[in-house]
């Protein structure tokens, strides 16, 4: 079973930087897409970025011009760096995943919490 494990996540100060990762578990074929979701306490989990199959990118109205969202299949890892960090972009951060193993799944990570001071 192929599990999709996050890490990059922590405290850091308005204006800050931060890299999250999103690895698979076990070699792998490839990541067709990924898609990085965000979940603020009280709010419904919303859909920060996204990669296709042909790496083209879209990004919320939020993030656009400060995330950026990439995938290295030689590493079996997706990414979502994030500049200018605002206090509003505190939140869980969930990657999801469609990884080819035994056949095309969509897999979740399993969440990385992500705080922004003022």
């Known amino acids: 079973q192929v599990q999709l494990v996050e890490s990059g996540g922590g405290l850091v100060q308005a204006g800050g930087s931060l890299r999250l990762s999103c690895a698979a578990s076990?070699?792998?074929?490839?990541?067709?897409?990924m898609l990085w979701y965000r979940q603020a306490p009280g709010k419904q989990r919303e859909l920060v970025a996204g990669?296709?199959?042909?790496?083209?990118?879209n990004y919320a109205d939020s993030v656009k011009g400060r995330f950026t969202i990439s995938v290295d299949n030689a590493k079996n890892t997706g990414y979502l760096q994030m500049n200018s960090l605002k206090p509003e972009d505190t939140a869980v951060y969930y990657c999801?995943?469609?990884?080819?193993?035994?056949?095309?799944?969509?897999?979740w990570g399993q969440g990385t919490q992500v705080t922004v001071s003022s």
């Open positions: 999801n995943a469609e990884l080819y193993s035994s056949a095309w799944s969509w897999y």
């Open positions: 076990r070699s792998i074929f490839s990541i067709n897409a």
């Open positions: 990669i296709s199959r042909g790496r083209n990118t």
